[in-house]
């Protein structure tokens, strides 16, 4: 167990529909990415946040948004859903802000499946 | 950009060596190994900084050529818990647009038979 949780688990949704994912981080860790991880594929790097504020971006698309509250929890929004969202969503969580990244604990991930 | 990761899949029998490589066509500030069995989250391995250093984990380590942009891991006398996929996350200057955030390989798939 990482110290990362997400919820939900699984998340059956039809095209066109909006969820929002959610992920707590370890406790003391200040910093949050979301990754995408689609079928037997790498893991893309979508957005990171440190303290609430947004640090880098990847590859996220416009239809994608995240945000982090006060109490570090962070938010991914997925919105106008199409089949190749169908994925694996990851979210870590460490210590470092970035550029010196340390070890990132990543969660049990949201399995995301669009009909 | 995307590193690089050879070989995709390997196949060992318990307690053979096995290396996957890493290597990127940009500066690399750091590189970072993951291992990911099926179904779970990946965890971490590893950090090399540059400056050419050498770590270890177990029987697991791994080595950093910043020159040559490569990092190799070195898996020795292998146990069956060691099967998954392996991704090296690479970590560009600071500064750089992409500078604070791992780029992942995609992934070397490890399994050890008995």
């Known amino acids: 167990d990482s110290g990362v949780t997400q919820t939900p688990k699984h998340l059956i949704t039809a095209t066109g529909q909006r969820v929002t994912l959610r992920c707590s981080p370890r406790s003391g860790d200040l910093s949050v990415y979301w990754y995408q991880q689609s079928l037997d594929q790498g893991l893309q790097f979508l957005i990171q946040y440190y303290n609430g504020e947004e640090r880098a971006k990847g590859n996220i698309l416009e239809r994608f948004s995240a945000q982090q509250f006060p109490d570090l929890h962070s938010e991914l929004n997925l919105s106008s859903l199409e089949l190749g969202d169908s994925a694996l969503y990851f979210c870590a969580s460490s210590v470092e802000p970035g550029n010196t990244q340390g070890e990132q604990y990543f969660g049990p991930g949201t399995r995301l499946t669009v009909t | 950009q995307q590193p690089v990761q050879s070989p995709q899949a390997v196949i ?103």
């Open chain 2, 12 to 114: 060992l029998r318990e307690g053979e060596d096995a290396v996957i490589n890493c290597s990127s066509s940009k500066a690399l500030y750091s590189v970072h190994w993951y291992r990911q069995k099926h179904g779970e989250a990946p965890v971490f391995l590893m950090i090399l900084l540059k400056g050419g250093e050498q770590k270890g984990h177990d029987k697991i380590s791994a080595s950093f050529n910043e020159k040559k942009q490569q990092s190799s891991l070195y898996l020795t006398a292998s146990q069956l818990s060691y099967s998954g996929t392996y991704f090296c996350g690479t970590e560009g200057y600071p500064g750089e647009t992409s500078g604070s955030r791992l780029t992942f390989g995609e992934g070397t798939q490890l399994t050890v038979n008995p």
